[in-house]
């Protein structure tokens, strides 16, 4: 396992985490159009997680590693695939934040949607902070 490359993962989601819970008191504070910037820098470090997730499960299917190598990477395969597809499904949360936070008027409930869409996110960066010593620093 290329532990450079989890820890470049680890940085990448929670920095995303960062961007997600300034944009949630961007929210909170009314200040709408700062709140879109900052989740749009979280979207980019969601698309940089998932690229270098490509480039990883790229470099070890062409290496011959693959879910049915042995039990580590049938376990590695799996959970990390739960967790891309959770990654997926909260850069659909934030993408429906960020058009929210472009209307005109996104609504009563736009505070309350940051605050939970946030902690959807927190959620799956928190899988990534388990997983990440698990699968990338445990012999």
Same mark, same amino acid.
């Given at each position: 396992m290329?532990r450079? /490359?989890?820890l470049a993962?680890?940085?990448l989601? /929670?920095?995303?985490?960062?961007f *997600?819970?300034?944009a949630v ?8 159009? %700062?709140a879109a910037?900052?989740? =749009?820098l979280?979207l980019? +470090?969601? +698309?940089?997680?998932? *690229?270098s997730?490509?480039?990883e499960w790229?470099?070890?299917i062409?290496?011959?590693?693959t ?5 580590f990477?049938?376990?590695?395969? =799996?959970?990390?695939?739960?967790h891309? *597809?959770?990654?997926l499904l909260g =850069?659909?949360?934030?993408?429906y934040? /960020?058009?929210?936070?472009? %209307?005109p008027?996104?609504?009563a409930s736009y505070?309350?949607?940051m605050?939970g869409?946030g902690?959807?996110w927190?959620?799956?960066?928190l899988?990534? *902070? /388990?997983?990440?010593?698990l699968l990338y620093l445990?012999?």
């Amino acid at each position: 396992m290329d532990r450079r /490359l989890g820890l470049a993962n680890t940085v990448l989601l /929670l920095t995303s985490s960062l961007f *997600v819970a300034a944009a949630v008191i961007a929210a909170r504070a009314g200040a709408r159009g %700062r709140a879109a910037r900052l989740l =749009m820098l979280a979207l980019g +470090c969601g +698309c940089g997680f998932i *690229v270098s997730k490509v480039f990883e499960w790229g470099g070890k299917i062409a290496a011959g590693v693959t879910l049915n190598s042995d039990e580590f990477y049938s376990f590695y395969y =799996m959970f990390t695939g739960i967790h891309l *597809v959770h990654v997926l499904l909260g =850069m659909g949360v934030l993408t429906y934040l /960020l058009v929210r936070s472009k %209307r005109p008027d996104p609504g009563a409930s736009y505070a309350a949607l940051m605050e939970g869409g946030g902690a959807f996110w927190h959620l799956v960066d928190l899988l990534w *902070v /388990l997983l990440f010593p698990l699968l990338y620093l445990l012999r």
